[in-house]
């Protein structure tokens, strides 16, 4: 009987719901407040309370974060270019999910 390799993957839904603070943020994705601040700056991520001294982000920023952060590291865009990437890529996302309602259009 031969031995089967199992791979185990795990991973971490995160839902709107989710308050996450600039401390959880920062140690979430490794990166400096500092960072986080330039993305708020920038429009990449939003805090939910931007008038307050102490910010706190939906669960929505983290996955956003982190594609910022790659996006930054792997390419070395800067962060109008990142924002410009996260905006087109969420267009693209859209737009294919628009195409995936509409019936009969795979047929083509």
């Known amino acids: 009987m031969q031995p089967t390799n199992i791979t185990t993957l795990s991973g971490c839904i995160v839902e ?18 500092d960072f986080i601040v330039e993305l708020v700056d920038e429009g ?35 962060l109008a270019g990142v924002a410009l990437a996260l905006e087109l890529m969420e267009e693209i996302e859209a737009l294919r999910a628009e195409l995936n309602r509409r019936p009969g259009l795979d047929d083509r």
């Open 16 to 33: 709107d719901e989710l308050e996450l603070t600039l401390g959880e943020l920062t140690r979430a994705c490794s990166v400096r407040a």
């Open 44 to 78: 990449i991520i939003q805090p939910r309370n931007p008038t307050s001294s102490k910010w706190t982000f939906g669960g929505e920023s983290l996955p956003r974060l982190r594609t910022a952060v790659n996006l930054q590291r792997d390419l070395d865009i800067n």
